[in-house]
Structures are given as structure tokens and as C-alpha cells.
């Protein structure tokens, strides 16, 4: 049996690996758009360092936002796996311009493409809750059949 915050890892894996193939089309297709990886290496002063903001991508969308979710998804509001992990990544997602706002340079947002940098960014959260909240709900219905499977067997000794 798995934790229910180690469920939330492997669903965070997962929604970080289909945002991220969204962020390389971003990069190969020249998108004026800032993509994740450049936002987070450009709000922290990195510059140009793409590697570091992958790192960062990555480590943020499994231990941070795929660990919180485990721990949370119990007190969150709605009734599907799918719109609770659209609600905890919209939720990341404010509080993300949030702490941009108060300690990065919100000039990021003021550009050519602010407005679309604001939205990409609401877009791909929005489908990172719905790929983590799809394979949470499905890591746990699958442990509840597992269980219940469990339940109708007769003991081994």
C-alpha cells in the first residue's frame, strides 16, 4: 500500500512529465510565450538558465505540488479526482502570481506577451490538476479494489 502522499508523488510525476512535453512544444515552436521552465529560471534571476529552471520545474511539480496534493486532497473541495487537482493547481497557480507579484518583478507580466505568459501558465496548471487528479484518483480506486479483492480471500497460513 501506498502513502497518500506517496500516491500524490507518482500522480505529480506524472502531470509534470505532460505539462513538461507542452513546455517543449512551447520551446521548439518559438512561442512568444514564456514557457515554465524560463518563467521560473527569469523570476529568480537566473537569467537564461534553462537547465536549472527544468530542475526547478520538475522538483516543484513532484515533491512540492504532488506531495502537497496527497496530504490535501481529503479537505478539498469538490467530488472528482480531476476537479480537486484543478482546484489545487489553480489555487498553486494564484498563489504563484501572488509571490511573483510581491517578490519577483511583476514588469515580467508587462510585456508583449504578459498577457499571454498569465494564461499559458493558467492553461498548463489547469492541465497538470487534471493529470494529477486523474491518476490520484485512479492510484486509489485501484488500492480499494486491491483491498476489497483482499477481503473476499481466505488467509494464507
Known amino acids: ?3 497518500r502522499v506517496q500516491k500524490g508523488l507518482v ?21 512568444p510565450v514564456m514557457a515554465f521552465p524560463a518563467f521560473i529560471a527569469e523570476t529568480l534571476g537566473l537569467g537564461g538558465n534553462l537547465w536549472l529552471g527544468w530542475t526547478l520545474h520538475l522538483a516543484i511539480g513532484v515533491i512540492v505540488l504532488g506531495g502537497g496534493f496527497g496530504f490535501l486532497y481529503a479537505r478539498l473541495p469538490t467530488t472528482t479526482p ?14 504563484l502570481l501572488v509571490g511573483v507579484l510581491m517578490v519577483g518583478d511583476p514588469r515580467m507580466f508587462s510585456g508583449s506577451d504578459g498577457f499571454g505568459t498569465v494564461a ?11 493529470v ?13 479494489r486491491e483491498a476489497r ?3 473476499d480471500t481466505a488467509p494464507a497460513h
Do not use: D, P
Not at 480531476?82 to 498563489?95: D, E, H, L, N, P
Not at 499559458?120 to 487534471?130: D, E, Q, R, S, Y
Open 1 to 3: 500500500m501506498m502513502s
Open 11 to 31: 500522480a505529480g510525476l506524472a502531470a509534470t512529465m505532460s505539462v513538461s512535453l507542452l513546455e517543449l512544444g512551447n520551446l521548439a515552436l518559438g512561442s
Open 82 to 95: 480531476a476537479t480537486r487537482g484543478i482546484v489545487y493547481a489553480v489555487g498553486a497557480f494564484t498563489v
Open 120 to 130: 499559458w501558465l493558467l492553461m498548463t496548471h489547469a492541465v497538470f490538476g487534471i
Open 132 to 144: 494529477l487528479g486523474s491518476v490520484y484518483g485512479t492510484l486509489v480506486e485501484r488500492e480499494k
Open 149 to 151: 479483492a483482499m477481503a
